[in-house]
C-alpha cells in the first residue's frame, strides 16, 4: 500500500513537471494563506546561495538534533526519491508521511489553479507539502533550502530569524548574468532584524549582501571577521576543524566529509545555529557540537560509493561547484589515475565545468543522464575533445556502460594497482543520483 500511496502522489506531481522559475509569490501567498500559514508555526532557518546549500543545511539538522531539538528539513533536488526533499528528525518522510502531505495541500491547491492562468508548479507544491508536514509532524525548527535565487522563490513565505547565504557564483541564467544580479536575487531572502550568515563571498556579491542587510536593519555575521575556520586537518573519513564561532571557539571537531569547502559550510552551520539557538546562551556545549557535526552527511558530495577500485559521486553542476569538487579531490584522495564519468544539464556552463576537471582526469567518459534537459552524449562529447586530448575521450550512451568504461579505463594502467586508482561521478545531481542508484547495495 505504502508504494502505492507514493507512486499515486509522483503522478501527480509530474503533471506539473517541468517547469520555470515563475517570478510572482501570489500563488504561493495564497496557498499557504489557505492551509492556515503553517510555515509560520515554528521558527525556520533560510538557506540561499549557489552552492553548499544542501550542505549546509544537512550539518544545521544535524548540529539542532544533538541540541534535542527536533527539526524539519526541506532541501532540493532530490538524488534518488522525491521523497528525500522532505526530511523530519534526520530521516525522509515515510511514503505514507508523503503522500499525507500531499492529500492536506491538493484540495487547496485544486482552488489557486482555477483563479490563476498559471497552476501551481512542481516546486512551489512540494514546498507547500513541507510546510504542511512540518506542522502535522510538529517540528521544533525548520531548515529550508532554496530552489532558486530567493526573493520569488516558493520558499520566500517564511519569516526566518536567521538566514545563511553560501557562496554566490553564476549558474542558472535565469538570475541574472553578473555576480551583483545573482546576489540581488539572493538577497531577497533577508528580513528585517534577522541574523543573516554570510560565507565568504566574491566582492561584487558581497557588496550587494551587505547593503541589503544595512537597508533593512539586519545583523550580519561574515565568515573570515565575525566567524571563521581557524584550523583544518585532513583525516580518515572527512577532517577535523576549529572552528571559531560566534560566541566562542570549538576545537577537534570532526566532520565526515571531504573537501576544504565542508569546512567553509560547518563553520556556516555553525554560526547558524549559535544564531538560532540565541545569545543568551553564549558558547555552545563542545561536546554537543562534536556529537551533531560527527553525525552529518551530505550524499553525493564526494561520497565514496565502492572500493577496488574507489568510485566517488560528486554533484557538481557548475563551474564553482566542479573548482570545489578539483580541490576536494586534490585534498583528501592520491590517486595515480582518476577517470571521469561526465552528464550534465544543455543549460549549464559546459565547457567551464570540463576545463575545470581536465587538470585532474587522466580520461573522461562521456554519458547522458535521464533528464529532458540532458545534454546529448554526442554534443558534450563534441565539447569534451576540444578541451581533452581526443583519446583521452570515450562516449557511453548508458551510465551503467559509461561507469564500466571508466573503471576498464582506470584500471588499464597495469602498473597502478586498483587501490590507487579512482573513478569519479559528476555533472549534474541527476547524473549523480542515477549512479548511486546503480552503485549503492540495495540495503543502504
Not at 549546509?56 to 526519491?81: C, K, N, Q, V
Not at 528528525?89 to 484540495?107: M, S
Not at 554570510?198 to 556579491?205: K, S, V, W
Not at 529532458?372 to 583521452?392: C, H, K
Request: charged share 25%; proline share 5%; net charge negative.
Amino acid at each position: 500500500m505504502d508504494g502505492y500511496e507514493l507512486s499515486r502522489v509522483e503522478k501527480a506531481l509530474a503533471q506539473r513537471y517541468p517547469h520555470g522559475m515563475v517570478p510572482d509569490l501570489d500563488r504561493m501567498r495564497e496557498l499557504v494563506d489557505l492551509l492556515g500559514q503553517p510555515q509560520l508555526g515554528y521558527p525556520s532557518i533560510h538557506i540561499t546561495g549557489t552552492n553548499g546549500k544542501t550542505s549546509t543545511a544537512r550539518m544545521i539538522d544535524a548540529l539542532l538534533r544533538a541540541f534535542g531539538l527536533r527539526p524539519g528539513r526541506y532541501t532540493s533536488p532530490h538524488l534518488e526519491s522525491v521523497t528525500e526533499r522532505i526530511s523530519i528528525d534526520g530521516r525522509p518522510a515515510d511514503n505514507e508521511t508523503f503522500a499525507r502531505a500531499y492529500d492536506d495541500v491538493a484540495p487547496y491547491v485544486e482552488l489557486v489553479d482555477a483563479h490563476h492562468d498559471q497552476q501551481i508548479t512542481f516546486f512551489e507544491l512540494l514546498t507547500a507539502m513541507a510546510f504542511a508536514a512540518f506542522a502535522d509532524a510538529p517540528v521544533d525548527a525548520a531548515v529550508v533550502e532554496v530552489g532558486m535565487g530567493g526573493t520569488w522563490d516558493a520558499t520566500n513565505v517564511i519569516d526566518a530569524a536567521v538566514s545563511v547565504i553560501t557562496p554566490v557564483a553564476l549558474d542558472h541564467r535565469e538570475l541574472g548574468d553578473t555576480l551583483a544580479a545573482v546576489a540581488g536575487e539572493k538577497a531577497g531572502i533577508i528580513r528585517p532584524g534577522a541574523t543573516v550568515v554570510l560565507a565568504q563571498q566574491p566582492l561584487e556579491a558581497a557588496e550587494v549582501l551587505v547593503r541589503r542587510c544595512a537597508e533593512v536593519g539586519a545583523t550580519i555575521a561574515r565568515e573570515g571577521l565575525e566567524f571563521a575556520v581557524v584550523d583544518r586537518r585532513v583525516a580518515v573519513g572527512g577532517q577535523v576543524l576549529t572552528i571559531r564561532g560566534l560566541s566562542g571557539t570549538y576545537d577537534e571537531v570532526f566532520v565526515p566529509l571531504h573537501g576544504a569547502h565542508q569546512a567553509h559550510n560547518a563553520a556556516c552551520a555553525l554560526a547558524a545555529v549559535e544564531a538560532f539557538l540565541g545569545g543568551e546562551r553564549g558558547r555552545l556545549d563542545p561536546d554537543l557540537v562534536r556529537s551533531g557535526f560527527a553525525q552529518a552527511d551530505s550524499p553525493g558530495r564526494l561520497e565514496v560509493v565502492r572500493r577496488s577500485p574507489t568510485v566517488l559521486l560528486d554533484g557538481a553542476h557548475n563551474v564553482a561547484g566542479a573548482e570545489a569538487l578539483v580541490a576536494g579531490l586534490s585534498d583528501a584522495f592520491s590517486f595515480d589515475r582518476l577517470v571521469g564519468v561526465v552528464a550534465v544539464l544543455a543549460d549549464k556552463d559546459v565547457p567551464g565545468i570540463l576545463a575545470a576537471l581536465e587538470p585532474v582526469l587522466d580520461a573522461v567518459v562521456i554519458t547522458q543522464n535521464s533528464s529532458p534537459r540532458a545534454m546529448p552524449a554526442d554534443e558534450l562529447a563534441a565539447i569534451a575533445v576540444d578541451i581533452f586530448d581526443p583519446d583521452q575521450v570515450e562516449v557511453a550512451a548508458r551510465l551503467d556502460d559509461a561507469v564500466d568504461a571508466a573503471v576498464r579505463l582506470a584500471e588499464e594502467d597495469s602498473d597502478v594497482g586498483t587501490d590507487s586508482v579512482g573513478v569519479i561521478v559528476t555533472g549534474s545531481i541527476v547524473t549523480v543520483g542515477e549512479a548511486r542508484h546503480l552503485l549503492r547495495p540495495a540495503s543502504d
